[in-house]
């Protein structure tokens, strides 16, 4: 079976650059993540799109990605570079470097040009650079052969793996036969930079065999080569994809290609759209089964370990049996012969009283032995050392000091069986806890397999025009719109606010423009108080800790971009002129809520409690306090998680704190029990 594809090839790059180039050019990047060492969350934005995530993959991959990946809680000090950099910067271009497994991406940021280059060959690098080609900062530094990545060092590109093919003129594939006798598909794999893989779905093409020799080539077969050479690079335009990702026979996802290949004409095919949703798909499966493998590996590699502490916690439980058994039986057979032995220790003791030595004594134990004599039969040969008979019945063999008493020898060997049996106990607790080890090992192998599982999918909505702006709907089902910031707020007054809106503005300098836009009806009083509420949380008042704020409501006719004589207005800023309707001291509060649809589909909605309480009863309520709102969010999330049901907690879960955070005012706050 084909293994599972490791990285993008150079055919794979050219084609997802092709697509990328007509959905990312023009973009805002507005946040970075980094999700692990070599992966890349660019979030990116266009007006009146969809937000998109563009993932890289250092050494490996570049796609759009829909799955809701985890983003840390502190990014590193690289993620915190490029977001100094390249935030709020607009991609101007995107390019893949000859045919070479490199994409360079130019944005304009702070009026400046920057270049991210992304290296998907061997360990891969992702390196920032400026307008005058100076490394600003690396995912990897590395001294190389050819060429250095370091920083504040002029960046260079590696060397090119092979002429690019797009330039490949007929004439140039000549120079084939010059490989002598190396196959055609190693040959043309180096020549062209197309890597084994696309090299021989050219030659499937030709049919010309893989295996030919260079030099054996005619002109027919290079002609054939380099007919099915550009018919190939025809497909990897954005037009002439045909994106699937391929299967064998048991329904495993073994590759993912651009457009149908020779080499796969007898696999199973799953078409897609796009050439970036496949590869979107194909690598979140392939992240699914890696998790699962390498959770099992890790399992098995641990379950091994204590499999090799039980084995030896079973020799050692059977040698104590074997032990206790011995010395029990040891034990019992002095006992049983207690009387011979008796007289066997009598007469050694008179032997010795007498001056007889031990080499006359044993002499005489011998000779009795040969006669058949009780106890000198059980005598097998004698320690000088320790002046120690050895004594030997049946399969017995044990040492018995003469010097001390029957008694006292049958007690050493029923004692040396009871420290053997407290032994054999320890031991056997020991292997019951090992035991429990490895059944809890299996437990929590089956868990963490069972609980891996492909990331949740983004649901991709278009976003209705007001999501630009902050927004709620009022109890009373009027929408209300505020500014976000001084564009926003302009944006709002003069392109969005008609003459039967009303107009809200907290009495403070720093405060959005909020309309309810009332589509001719009248408004009611909750909904004016809830805009009025609106207003006064996200002005300056919530920064500066105020517990309440006025804020007056105007007619749009009132709402002026000409100053009086002399004076200027800065963007986002406009004149009143007029009366102004107060309401007094309204309290600094928010709240942000989720509306459930689906099991995997949840909504975000703020603004006043009411308005808020309407739709959903998983909400939390917000004032001023001492908590930045970034934390704020992560809070925010964690008890809407407890208060919604079990089969919503993972959604919730998946929410980024970013989306949570937009609803909550600029400055610090806290929840409101």
């Known amino acids: 079976m084909k293994p599972l594809k490791k990285e993008v090839t150079s055919v794979d790059i050219a084609s997802v650059v092709s697509e990328l180039n007509r959905l990312i050019i023009g973009a805002w990047v507005t946040n970075i993540y980094q999700t692990d060492f070599k992966t890349l969350i660019l979030k990116l934005h266009k007006t009146d799109r969809p937000n998109l995530n563009l993932l890289i993959k250092a050494g490996n991959r570049l796609h759009l990605t829909s799955f809701a990946l985890e983003k840390p809680s502190k990014p590193s000090a690289f993620c915190m570079t490029l977001r100094k950099y390249l935030r709020n910067g607009k991609i101007e271009s995107l390019e893949q470097r000859e045919f070479e497994r490199i994409v360079a991406m130019g944005i304009k940021a702070k009026q400046q040009d920057f270049q991210l280059i992304s290296e998907f060959f061997g360990d891969g690098n992702i390196i920032l650079v400026d307008s005058k080609n100076r490394i600003l900062q690396a995912l990897s530094y590395r001294k190389m052969r050819d060429r250095n990545v370091l920083r504040n060092e002029t960046f260079h590109y590696p060397p090119a793996s092979g002429k690019n093919p797009y330039r490949a003129e007929r004439k140039d594939l000549d120079e084939l036969v010059n490989f002598g006798q190396l196959e055609i598909v190693k040959a043309l794999a180096r020549f062209l930079g197309l890597g084994g893989f696309y090299a021989e779905e050219v030659l499937i093409r030709a049919h010309v065999d893989k295996n030919t020799a260079c030099d054996s080539l005619t002109s027919i077969e290079i002609d054939d080569i380099f007919t099915s050479l550009k018919e190939l690079l025809s497909k990897m335009n954005a037009e002439q994809t045909k994106p699937m990702i391929i299967s064998n026979e048991k329904g495993e996802s073994i590759d993912v290609v651009p457009f149908t290949l020779e080499k796969y004409s007898t696999f199973q095919a799953e078409p897609y759209t796009s050439f970036n949703e496949a590869l979107d798909r194909y690598y979140g499966e392939k992240g699914v089964q890696e998790a699962i493998t390498a959770t099992s590996t890790e399992a098995s590699q641990l379950l091994s370990q204590q499999e090799r502490i039980l084995s030896k916690q079973q020799r050692t439980l ?106 054999r106990q320890g031991a056997e607790k020991a292997l019951l806890q090992t035991r429990e080890k490895m059944d809890d090992l299996e437990r929590q192998r089956i868990k963490k397999v069972t609980s891996i599982r492909r990331p949740e999918l983004r649901s991709v909505e278009k976003r209705a025009w007001y999501e630009k702006f902050r927004w709620f709907n009022s109890s009373e089902g009027f929408l209300v719109i505020g500014g976000k910031d001084a564009m926003t707020n302009e944006i709002l007054v003069k392109k969005y606010m008609e003459p039967h809106d009303i ?97 995997r589909q949840v909504k975000i909605v703020g603004g006043p409690k009411d308005a808020v309480s309407n739709q959903t009863d998983f909400f939390v309520e917000i004032a001023p306090g001492t908590e930045p709102s970034g934390q704020l969010a992560k809070r925010v999330r964690e008890v809407l998680i407890q208060r919604v049901s079990n089969e919503y907690r993972e959604t919730v879960h998946s929410l980024s704190p970013d989306a949570i955070q937009s609803f909550i005012p600029s400055g610090k706050g806290t929840l409101l029990s």
């Open 318 to 423: 059977s040698e104590l049996e074997q032990e206790i058994e011995k010395n029990k039986r040891i034990g019992e057979f002095i006992y049983e012969h207690f009387t011979e032995l008796q007289l066997l220790v009598q007469k050694i003791n008179d032997a010795r009283n007498s001056g007889m030595s031990w080499n006359d004594i044993i002499l005489s134990i011998d000779k009795e032995k040969n006669e058949g004599k009780a106890p000198a039969v059980y005598y097998d040969s004698f320690d000088p050392q320790n002046s120690f008979l050895c004594l030997f019945v049946g399969e017995l063999k044990f040492p018995f000091d003469p010097r001390r008493s029957v008694q006292e020898n049958a007690s050493e060997y029923y004692e040396k069986a009871k420290k053997a049996q407290k032994r």
């Open 503 to 599: 107009v809200f503005h907290a009495d403070i300098v720093g405060a959005p423009f909020v309309v309810v836009k009332t589509e001719g009806r009248e408004a009611p009083e909750q909904t004016i108080r809830e805009a009025a509420e609106f207003a006064a949380a996200f002005s300056s008042a919530w920064k500066e800790g105020f517990a309440v704020v006025d804020v007056y409501r105007v007619h749009p006719d009132q709402v002026s971009k000409t100053p009086p004589t002399g004076q200027f207005l800065t963007k986002g800023s406009f004149i009143i002129y007029g009366k102004k309707t107060y309401l007094r001291k309204i309290q600094l509060r928010t709240a942000v809520g989720i509306v459930t649809k689906t099991e």
